[in-house]
């Protein structure tokens, strides 16, 4: 790789931005390098971001991929030995990055180093993370349940494909604008890059939004869990602080890799739910006194789940080839629908894991690989819950057991493993809130730091004070899954990356020849700027390129369109769940216990 730190011109006016000029008015301008920029400079244009992701990506091609070791794959075990030959050293510390002026001694090679250090992860530990890392299969049965074989098969094939391509549009943008010079690192700095500072800011509170939402999901589902093992005799309000209590703990350590082997255990678990309840369901009846809240039949037809008056006897299992008969219209079959949203929603940790990777051009085979292995794994247990269960498909599918030990058994396993993945979302959540929002907005001191380790633990207790008030507030479990998925996982998996895909080749097309950003002087040449530039770019790279701008177009409106109906299906679903009088907020029945 060329040497480009002797070449730009002297910096000794840091603040000073590189040069945007018209192509008839070149002057000359004073270059900033990148280890001298701050982060998230909004001075950098998209042009040089370009410019360094292609040479990135050169270089790239030339390294030979990393072997998959599955031992380090399935125990979760970092390599200790470096590739030879391959792997850089850099002797960097935190304090050389603590500070501009610390960050301009470094040298282009160094600071490149640096950032070729953190790439060693191969395509198949990713198709490993991709698979572990998904939200579970338990609402696929109810979610069935809601709209039929027909449809509820189409339409999770369709969700599946739609977010392994909203997978690929990620990997697109992110090879477009990911360096050395300038490593992409989360989900924001997408939006940044393509549209600039209000989009990151937009990105990142959505997501972190939709983390603390989740673990608030998880909250109610397990203090569900606590209060069924619990024969209901423990009040329900209580059961969340139990589990909130233990995540609580677990929240405080800051490092991910101090989960280790403990969050791979929670796949195998997982897994041991998944075959103890398809076991079970094939030789036991449905949990008919749990059916009231959170079966399929509840949520589109209770009187396909309400008892003879006279002989107390529930009504047979039915199974619809379309979409069911409903009370309320599209509410349950969209609130199910949604349930499909959760299941794909791994998409926005995509880019934390393309900026481990040595080479992020075979993350699209990992990708791909693992959507269709959670798409078959999903459906054949949704389907298998639907057969055995029919209208009263619960969500969770484990909480439909009808046979106490085993529905017990069910319960704690998942309890452990919720456990882990609590502490994953609180742990991440934080991060992101903090890093993102904290320290951009109200300049707080950097996690590093032990003011800002104060700080974290300071947020922990808030943050989990929230996920209970979440819990004890909203016991309707699917309902809130519905909100959750409508609002935030649909717009972080399925609306922002064709947007974001949209504005990188935009601003790619409407560079023309002779256009683009010079690494001598750090003139940033465009022949156009503004609204003009954006219509060109949008109709510039041929019919192909232009039809792709359009359909990204579409998809994206039609993802907004997607979320504002669900959100009105899962508000009105939430609204008729209260009108139950037994169910309350902070309350001590169980939701649960409503047919009792």
Known sequence: ?????????????????????????????????????????????????????????????????????????????????????????????????????????????????????????????????????????????????????????????????????????????????????????????????????????????????????????????????????SKFKLCYVVCPVIFVVAGFFLTQIRTLKAYGWVANLAVWLNLLVIFITMGVFANSPPNY???????????VNPATITPDPVTGEYPAIIHYTGLPKSDNGLVGAINGLLSGVLAYAGAQLFVEFLAEMRRPRDFIKAMWGAQFFIYTVYLIYGCYVYHFQGQYSFAPSYQGVSVYGWQTAGNMISLIAALIAAGLYGNIGIKVFYNNIMLDIFHAPPLTTSKGKIFYASIVPIWWSIAFVIAAAIPDYFGFVSIISASMLLNLTYTMPPIFALGFDIQRNAMREGEGFDPITGIVTRSDAGLKRLIRGYLSGGAFQVGINVWHTIYFLASLSMCGLGMYAAIEGMIVAFEIPELNSFSCRSPLNLGS
């Open 289 to 299: 006194a749990v059916s009231t809240l959170g079966s399929a039949g509840g949520a």
């Open 1 to 229: 790789m060329e040497d480009i730190g002797e070449k730009p011109k002297s910096t000794d006016s840091p603040s000073t931005p590189d040069e945007v000029v018209l192509a008839d008015r070149p002057h000359p301008s004073t270059y900033i390098k990148p280890q001298g920029r701050k982060p998230h400079d909004p001075d950098v244009t998209f042009e040089e971001y370009y410019y360094y992701a292609q040479r990135t990506r050169a270089e790239e091609a030339a390294i030979e991929a990393p072997k998959t070791d599955w031992r380090e794959i399935l125990l979760r075990k970092k390599k200790t030995a470096a590739i030879e030959g391959q792997t850089p050293v850099s002797h960097l510390t935190a304090d050389d990055f603590a500070s501009r002026e610390n960050r301009l001694e470094i040298s282009d090679e160094e600071w490149t180093n640096a950032s070729r250090m953190f790439r060693t992860a191969s395509w198949g530990a990713c198709f490993y993370l991709i698979t572990t890392d998904i939200l579970g299969p338990y609402g696929v049965g109810f979610a069935m349940g809601t709209l039929g074989w027909g449809p509820g098969i189409v339409l999770y094939t369709v969700f599946g494909f739609m977010a392994g391509y909203s997978g690929y549009l990620i990997w697109h943008t992110f090879l477009g604008i990911d360096s050395y010079e300038f490593p992409a690192r989360n989900y924001g700095d997408l939006g940044f890059r393509t549209w600039g500072q209000t989009a990151r800011y937009i990105t990142n509170t959505c997501q972190a939004l939709g983390l603390l939402l989740l673990l608030g999901q998880v909250t109610i589902q397990f203090g569900l869990n606590i209060s069924q093992m």
